[in-house]
């Protein structure tokens, strides 16, 4: 069993940034790909990025592509989202995710209870 809990979420305004962290314990973290979603009010949840177990080789989605930065620190069990010229359309909740696999759907099998960012314009 892998147990995720995520920080860093809170209220930006447009162009600013934020930091998220994920924290896992548990099984082995660092034989886990990790990956973060989001959910905004009304939509279903999304990928926006993923970081392999192998080599850290990153994955993102268009819409965040050159704002947003997955990494992981294994010693500190611990995977970042650094997220730069935020927009208001990317306010949504936010969730971090754990599988063996790298995969753009839900189909990951650990998930955070996920924390809230909210861009103001």
């Known amino acids: 069993q892998v147990q995720l809990v995520e920080s860093g979420g809170g209220l930006v305004q447009a162009g600013g940034s934020l930091r998220l962290s994920c924290v896992a314990s548990g099984r082995t973290f660092s034989t886990y790909a990790k990956g973060w979603f989001r959910q905004a009010p009304g939509k279903e949840r999304e990928f926006v990025a993923a970081?392999?177990?192998?080599?850290?080789?990153?994955y993102y989605a268009d819409s965040v592509k050159g704002r947003f930065t997955i990494s992981r620190d294994n010693a500190k069990n611990t995977v970042y989202l650094q997220m730069n010229s935020l927009k208001p359309e990317d306010t949504a909740v936010y969730y971090c995710?754990?599988?063996?696999?790298?995969?753009?759907?839900?189909?990951?099998?650990?998930w955070g209870q996920g924390t809230q960012v909210t861009v103001s314009s």
């Open positions: 995710a754990a599988d063996r696999r790298i995969s753009y759907d839900n189909n990951w099998q650990f």
């Open positions: 970081i392999g177990w192998i080599g850290g080789t990153t």
